[in-house]
């Protein structure tokens, strides 16, 4: 062994069993890092809350315009159904008022149908509630549709002057409460119990 190599030796085995201790400047680095880290954390978890709210605005946008237009079409399909019983009312000349006993007679006549086809709720998807009123004191007679939805409708004012009674779902809070019913003057003197209308007819 030539003079000096072992002190050599011991000197890289103490030099490798030792690790460099870090300087101000990687220390430095060190901390840079971890911030820039933590900020594109943090970055990534602002970004996510901000598009999920994004998304749940989205989504309750196209909800309120998906509902407004089945609101739209409920007015429209029950308004079929109230002029449907016109017709029915008014079908034959000369003869007083009358008032089918279900949506099933609107078709029942095999020369014309009042109504062009059965609609469905557009809110339920289901069929349309009948409204019954006794007439005469004691037949029962269709007079009306509604649906049967109690979900609180978008729409609270403004509705269409025309029809007129489209202004009584002002503020209503179910759409149950939609009530299209057809009333004419004919109708409510039919909805007086039979005494009620023989003193009117005596007195006109």
Same mark, same amino acid.
């Given at each position: 062994m030539m003079p000096g190599e072992h002190g050599m030796n011991t000197?890289?085995?103490?030099?490798?069993?030792?690790?460099?201790?870090?300087?101000?400047?990687?220390?430095?680095?060190?901390?840079?890092?971890?911030?820039?880290?933590?900020?594109?954390?943090?970055?990534?978890?602002?970004? !996510?809350? !901000?598009?999920? !709210?994004?998304?749940?605005?989205?989504?309750?946008?196209?909800?309120? !315009?998906?509902?407004?237009?089945?609101?739209e079409e409920l007015l429209?399909?029950?308004?079929?159904?109230?002029?449907?019983?016109e017709r029915y009312s008014k079908a034959i000349p000369g003869l007083q008022s009358r008032a089918p006993s279900s949506i099933d007679d609107l078709f029942s006549d095999s020369s014309k149908h009042y109504l062009r086809r059965k609609y469905k709720d557009p809110i339920t998807g289901e069929d349309f509630v009948e409204i019954f009123t006794i007439i005469?004191?004691?037949?029962?007679?269709?007079?009306?549709?509604?649906?049967?939805?109690?979900?609180?409708?978008?729409?609270?004012?403004?509705?269409?002057a025309d029809p007129q009674y489209f202004k009584d779902f002002e503020g209503k809070k179910k759409y149950s409460d939609w009530q299209f019913v057809y009333q004419s003057q004919q109708a409510q003197q039919l909805l007086l119990p039979k005494s009620q209308q023989q003193q009117q007819e005596q007195t006109h």
């Open positions: 000197q890289g085995a103490e030099g490798k069993g030792q690790r460099r201790k870090p300087t101000p400047r990687t220390m430095r680095y060190a901390l840079c890092a971890m911030r820039r880290s933590g900020f594109t954390y943090i970055a990534l978890l602002t970004a !996510i809350v !901000i598009i999920g !709210i994004s998304l749940a605005a989205a989504g309750k946008y196209w909800s309120n !315009i998906l509902q407004r237009e089945k609101e429209f399909r029950g308004n079929q159904y109230v002029l449907a019983l005469g004191g004691q037949t029962k007679k269709l007079t009306g549709v509604k649906s049967s939805s109690d979900k609180e409708p978008l729409k609270q004012s403004n509705f269409p």
